[in-house]
């Protein structure tokens, strides 16, 4: 599976909408993109997923680059509760998710 | 409805006792996961379930590692003679899919936390 590359934390106001970045340069053809978040002491939820298209569900927006080397997830309006580690995966079909360090984002009020 | 639930939530240990962690998936689910992770770090895989088959174990750590699924349902991930090392949380996951194409969406559950003395 491509390897991800994210920044450690980011800082997002309350309200305000919350862009994560993640670079895959390494992605191939057939290797989802998928974004997962870790509330503190919590297990990991599964935010989104796209292939090619961008993507929009009731938690998220996720934009992938026409070349599919990087993609951004976007929180349109971060409240306290979206603090969390984000973790920005890439895999095809193989079953195994593999997990970087993720992005600590602090929502500030 | 109910999620992927997971017992006991802490559990600490003392060096080179046996634990036993369950792990109840979502019902239904055919494909069940575990994973460990260390302080600060992502989760990393351990083993995974199509129904009552281990199909993958090829992240547990140790011999001293064992999980089984044996009615396809329930899991339970054992560690024998417990180290330092092993305290970390493990997570389960479970998914309604058998995989061989197609996304992946998994469903965690809260964790064991595990510290061994």
């Known amino acids: 599976d491509a390897k991800t590359t994210q920044p450690p934390s980011m800082d997002c106001a309350e309200g305000r909408a919350a862009n994560l970045p993640c670079n895959h340069s390494?992605?191939?053809?057939?290797?989802?993109v998928y974004w997962y978040r870790q509330i503190h002491s919590q297990g990991p939820q599964y935010i989104i997923h796209?292939?090619?298209n961008n993507e929009t569900n009731e938690m998220a927006s996720l934009i992938i680059t026409e070349d599919r080397k990087s993609s951004t997830l976007i929180l349109p309006h971060a409240t306290l509760r979206d603090t969390a580690v984000y973790y920005c995966?890439?895999?095809?079909?193989?079953?195994?998710?593999?997990f970087g360090k993720g992005t600590l984002l602090t929502v500030n009020p | 409805g109910a999620g992927v639930s997971q017992s006991p939530r802490y559990k600490v240990a003392k060096r080179g006792q046996d634990v036993a962690l369950r792990c109840d998936p979502i019902?239904?689910?055919?494909?069940l996961f575990w994973y460990q992770q260390a302080l600060g770090q992502g989760p990393e895989f351990l083993t995974y379930?199509?129904?009552?088959?281990?199909?993958?174990k090829s992240g547990l750590p140790s011999d001293r590692f064992f999980a089984e699924r044996p009615e396809g349902s329930v899991s339970t991930l054992k560690i024998q003679r417990t180290q330092q090392e092993d305290s970390a949380v493990y997570l389960c996951?479970?998914?309604?899919?058998?995989f061989g194409g197609g996304y992946n969406e998994q469903f965690f559950g809260p964790g064991t936390r595990l510290t061994v003395l």
């Open positions: 996951a479970s998914s309604p899919r058998a």
């Open positions: 390494t992605i191939s053809g057939n290797e989802y």
């Open positions: 796209g292939l090619k």
């Open positions: 995966i890439v895999g095809g079909s193989n079953y195994k998710l593999t």
């Open positions: 019902s239904g689910h055919v494909s």
């Open positions: 379930f199509q129904n009552e088959a281990q199909l993958d």
